[in-house]
Structure formats: structure tokens, C-alpha cells
């Protein structure tokens, strides 16, 4: 997957460099490759608390292989050197999901701490 003909028309520069920077040992598991936006909804809690809420794009969004587990990497990319990816990883018990926020200095990313979901 590391060569650019291999990615999906959707994926930009930067989404294919985290891929190659990130799951060269791991390309083998993921089985879902897309998109995804935020979306601001209302807290069950607080209604007037507002939460982020990752809405994945089924236009964009590309079947890889079948695997006893799911693993999804869908991406958003907020400026030409930040990223906000989502993995998903899943089962027949439940599924996991988790954000976090990417800096491309122009050779390395560099995770930001903070779990976004």
C-alpha cells in the first residue's frame, strides 16, 4: 500500500504520508479506509453541553478485505499539516473508537496527547 497508485482517489498527500509513517507494519489488518467529519450534538447529560461526534463518509469510504476483525482508519485533514485521524477497531463483543490529532513538520508526525473521542 506504501506506493501512491495503491491509494484510494480521496486519501491526500498527507493522509497517504500518516499511513506510510504509521501502519507500514500493520497495513495487512486494516480492512476499511475513509473519511470522516465532526459533528457537534447536544449531551444526553447537559443539553447544553455540546459534544463532538465522528460521522463517518459513505461516499468516501473504501472496503479493503474481509478479517475476523474490523479495523478502520478514517481521516480528516483540518490544514496541510494537521490531521485528525479515527481508528476503529471492532469485534462481535463491541467496537473501540478513537481520535487523535497529528503535526507534520515536513519528515515526522507527532501525536497530540489529548484523545479527541
Known amino acids: 500500500m506504501g506506493d501512491a497508485k495503491n491509494f484510494p482517489g480521496f486519501l491526500t498527500d ?3 504520508k500518516w499511513l506510510d509513517f504509521f501502519e507500514r507494519d500493520t497495513v495487512d489488518k486494516i480492512t476499511y479506509l475513509g473519511l470522516f467529519t465532526w ?3 447536544a449531551s444526553k447529560t447537559n443539553p447544553k453541553k455540546l459534544k463532538k461526534k465522528a460521522v463517518l463518509d459513505p461516499e468516501n469510504k473504501l472496503f479493503i478485505r474481509t478479517l ?3 479495523y478502520g482508519v478514517y481521516f480528516q485533514e483540518i490544514s496541510e499539516y494537521c490531521l485528525h485521524v479515527l481508528l476503529v477497531k471492532g469485534s462481535e463483543i463491541g467496537v473501540k473508537r478513537a481520535a487523535f490529532e497529528y503535526h507534520y513538520d515536513g519528515e515526522t508526525f507527532r501525536k497530540v496527547n489529548k484523545k479527541l473521542i
Do not use: F, H, N, R
Open 68 to 70: 475476523p476483525l474490523e
Open 14 to 16: 498527507l493522509m497517504q
Open 39 to 41: 459533528k457537534d450534538i
